[in-house]
């Protein structure tokens, strides 16, 4: 169950970074490269930071041919995305989005980390690819914008630490109670437009930046 | 002292990193994010690039807390960076950056490396986490183009390197003194605005990219 | 002769890091920050991924004093960019791309990977550099744009690696045959401006992205 949800997440994922790539006017294998990175970025970095053994797609590519596989597809298929249900897609990605941010804060305990930096490899599991994707389409990441996006990692990540840390809940238990509050507070943000109040300074914070 | 010292640098690359997301409309937890990965992503680099174990707020969470408290502070208590005197965090960038260079150095010579790669891990552990917070603002990274912001570090470092490496000085003398350099070196260019001459070619060399 | 070409793509590399930084008015020092990420950042986010030890440049700093003395060379020699002939920089930066390929998917192979995950080694070692060059420029990286980049490197990674994965052909030879392909696709992508027909979605994808 957990794999498929997992190869599910890689592939929304990765159709993702096509469809921007879809705006930039890119080569196909350009396209092919933002797709991937897309779909593997986040756990990769997950992994380096851990410094548990190579990347997860070094040891198992299985990720790595589903993220090929379906930008291959969705350069193939999709000409005119207008013509998908406009909740599709961010409801697919709101259930990677809970998959990676669960299998993240899972492998940071299983290398032994405590509650805290394992919340952090779930937020980094779930957004960086994310992130990646749109540094590399030069967009301010959206995922820090809008939408409860990390919003919803943070809390997920939380839920899952403090069930499996503080109350010995099974481990596979706890990631399932994580997942269901990130996917929750997404749908929930998705459904509703649901935004935190913005953080914003006044106009003269750029004269206090200053380097 | 030099626990205190990293712990005021880590502090104020925290709050750089939220006032640079004060102008960016983000979600609280979006600035966050931001405030966290400017002041743990230059160390974060250089532990993965030396494969020493894991990044060391994976090892020891405390700059991960000081960070999040730091970035919370910030976030409820101000609004109005205009009010701060504006020497006021500069100087305590100033301060940071030579910790954060000084540490850098300090742990590639603990991992065996040679002077060379030493000075380049303290330039990336002081100046990696401002250029990570600029790239993801989408701003050319300041530190790269202003202030003798690069200079400082690699100032720094060399006096460090040379110090221990060459003349055998005590790994903590050393460190004080290169940590000197940087700090006079970017105190004098706050003070008088000091710049080095910009290098810059002709508008042709647009031209003569070609890729 | 590998060791060479090494020393000879590691030169370029940072050569066209220096020349973006030209455009740019950046601090001589923040130029030399530029042109040597330019030069080695594939091959470390390479070994990242690999987790095999620590970055390249940190066991052998060789390629590393390449990349610094190029930079100052440059800095202080080239004021006319307009004045070399048009071909000299993408011929040569055709023949470092070939060598960084063929390191990249030879390294992978050395830690045991399968071809797949050698081919991307391969692509990364090849484009990593030039991308955290572009992104630190602030534009969209050309490597996945246009004149068959990203292109060149797949294919010449897919005939390293089936070289040697599938046919036993040595590791020698199949490294100059995968470094043959890469480098004649980019030297006839150049000499006759060819480009794949970029992949480009309807107006209306902007609305489907939803994220």
């Keep these: 169950m957990?794999?498929?949800l997992d190869v599910l997440g890689t592939a929304v994922f990765a159709i993702s970074g096509v469809l921007l790539a879809g705006k930039l006017r890119m080569d196909p294998f350009g396209v092919l490269v933002l797709g991937v990175v897309t779909a593997i970025g986040g756990g990769t970095i997950r992994d380096m930071a851990?410094?548990?053994?190579?990347?997860?797609?070094?040891?198992?590519?299985?990720d790595l041919?589903?993220?090929?596989?379906?930008?291959?597809?969705?350069?193939?298929?999709?000409?005119?995305?207008?013509?998908?249900?406009?909740?599709?897609?961010?409801?697919?990605?709101?259930?990677?989005l809970s998959v990676f941010v669960g299998i993240?804060?899972?492998?940071?305990?299983l290398s032994g980390t405590g509650p805290l930096v394992a919340i952090c490899m779930g937020v980094?599991?779930?957004?960086?690819?994310?992130?990646?994707?749109?540094?590399?389409a030069r967009e301010i990441?959206?995922?820090?914008?809008?939408?409860?996006?990390?919003?919803?990692?943070?809390?997920?990540?939380?839920?899952?630490?403090?069930?499996?840390?503080?109350?010995?809940?099974s481990s596979i238990d706890?990631?399932?109670?994580?997942?269901?509050?990130?996917?929750?507070?997404r749908l929930a943000a998705i459904r509703w437009h649901l935004k935190l109040p913005t953080?914003?300074?006044?106009?003269?914070?750029q004269d206090s930046k200053q380097r």
């Design 65 to 96: 041919v589903v993220a090929m596989v379906t930008c291959c597809v969705t350069i193939m298929v999709v000409r005119h995305p207008r013509r998908l249900p406009k909740w599709i897609l961010p409801v697919l990605d709101a259930i990677g």
């Design 104 to 109: 993240g804060v899972d492998k940071a305990f």
């Design 2 to 4: 957990l794999y498929w």
């Design 141 to 169: 990441p959206m995922i820090l914008r809008t939408e409860v996006y990390a919003t919803a990692c943070i809390a997920g990540g939380i839920v899952h630490a403090t069930a499996f840390y503080q109350f010995g809940i």
């Design 124 to 136: 980094i599991t779930g957004v960086g690819g994310g992130i990646i994707r749109d540094i590399l």
């Design 174 to 185: 706890a990631m399932v109670m994580g997942m269901g509050v990130t996917l929750a507070i």
């Design 199 to 205: 953080f914003e300074l006044d106009s003269s914070s």
């Design 50 to 62: 851990l410094n548990h053994g190579p990347a997860f797609w070094v040891r198992d590519p299985t």
